[in-house]
């Protein structure tokens, strides 16, 4: 089902329903009575797209590369993006951590790695809980920049669609600089398709996403917000809008998997995603805890292989390590992270598939935010403890955890 006409200019009514406002979807703003919330979506249904389909299909044939074994996937970046910190330094000094882990991981495995940033649009974060405690004062929680602040006030944490064009504009500025750069880039792999840098996010808002969905040539559509969206470990019912959405474009696109989710649990989301098993198609991020791979990660792999899903095979070894430090931080442990990607890497080649991806949230300055490397102890945390929602590797701590799982 098409969200809207193949032909001709996105015009609906303020009113009129796309075909992911009809489905049921978890972690949403509560902005839908808001004046500027029919405004911002009309806004939004005519914005330029800030990513052009023929990216998307070039990075579809990197992520191809990935999924048979021929090159790495590296993804890194903010845990939530700051709107604050959009500016051509903030963006420069992103990339080149980027690029500076993806030539590492290039050095390590000998092989040529697709670097993709999460940068572009990072800016909404499912929670936990719906709201949180400020020096005693209930208040709606920070959900990124995309909905509300950061500030601990009513007024600042109020849901305001408004943002969401902000986001886009952000979002619009960074995905022209990373299309320079890959102009610039072009004819030093001569004959492949480029390594990018490309732009990911969670897609997470229905109400962002939903409208930057646009014609895609050829037939069918495509997600114009980012090059390769994902669904969340908290939002990838099959029936419910994040999927649909994901299924109903032409992107490569990109799901979590908790410990919880069974092999039934991720075929039906393979079948959606991927139904015509196409290389590079679709990337599965899996984010147990270290204690957990050994235990679900070989039932779903062995699934995964016997449908005949040819995936990309990520590990996402931060999420489900988060741990509170003694003053109450969050903080993650590294020698926790490579544990769990060592296991990673370890469960997938004994069944002769390719552990290809590496998705990290990681910082461009010098943050103190996990434990392990350069920030021995949990007095050090308070340093430079300057994330909006979770916590981030420093480059340095993100190096070196390249160098465990890759010994030269």
Wanted: aromatic share 4%; proline share 8%; with cysteine.
């Amino acid at each position: 089902m098409s969200s809207f006409p193949a032909e001709g200019p996105r015009v609906l009514a303020d009113d009129e329903p796309l075909l992911w406002d009809l489905l049921p979807a978890a972690q949403q703003p509560d902005w839908r009575d808001h004046a500027a919330y029919r405004p911002t979506r009309r806004a939004l249904l005519q914005a330029a797209p800030p990513v052009l389909f023929p990216e998307t299909a070039e990075l579809h044939r990197s992520l191809a590369e990935v999924a048979a074994g021929g090159a790495w996937l590296l993804q890194v970046g903010d845990c939530a993006e700051s709107l604050a910190e959009q500016t051509p330094g903030h963006l420069a000094a992103r990339l080149a951590v980027l690029d500076a882990l993806g030539d590492r991981l290039a050095d390590r495995t000998g092989g040529r790695v697709v670097r993709v940033g999460r940068i572009g649009g990072q800016f909404a974060k499912p929670r936990s809980a719906p709201t949180e405690l400020h020096g005693g004062v209930e208040l709606p929680v920070f959900r990124g920049h995309l909905v509300n602040s950061e500030e601990p006030t009513p007024e600042a944490r109020r849901h305001d669609p408004r943002r969401m064009l902000l986001a886009h504009r952000a979002g619009a500025r960074v995905c022209e600089q990373l299309r320079r750069i890959r102009r610039e880039r072009a004819g030093t792999d001569a004959g492949r398709p480029a390594a990018g840098p490309w732009a990911s996010h969670e897609a997470l808002v229905v109400d962002y996403e939903g409208p930057l969905v646009r014609p895609a040539p050829g037939g069918g559509e495509y997600l114009a917000s980012t090059h390769l969206p994902w669904v969340g470990e908290r939002t990838r019912q099959p029936d419910a809008a994040h999927v649909e959405l994901l299924a109903a474009v032409r992107n490569p696109v990109a799901c979590k998997v908790g410990p919880t989710a069974s092999p039934a649990d991720v075929l039906a989301l393979c079948r959606r995603l991927d139904p015509e098993r196409t290389p590079g198609r679709l990337t599965l991020i899996l984010r147990f805890g270290r204690a957990e791979v050994d235990r679900v990660m070989p039932d779903l792999v062995d699934a995964v292989r016997r449908a005949g899903h040819p995936v990309v095979w990520t590990t996402d070894p931060m999420h489900g390590n988060t741990v509170r430090a003694a003053g109450g931080l969050k903080t993650r442990h590294l020698r926790a992270i490579a544990e769990e990607a060592a296991a990673f890497r370890r469960v997938l080649e004994r069944r002769g598939r390719h552990a290809g991806g590496l998705h990290l949230e990681t910082a461009a300055t010098d943050v103190t935010e996990c434990l392990g490397g350069n920030v021995r102890t949990e007095a050090s945390l308070t340093d430079r403890y300057q994330t909006l929602c979770d916590p981030r590797l420093n480059p340095e701590q993100a190096n070196e955890l390249i160098d465990l799982l890759y010994p030269a």
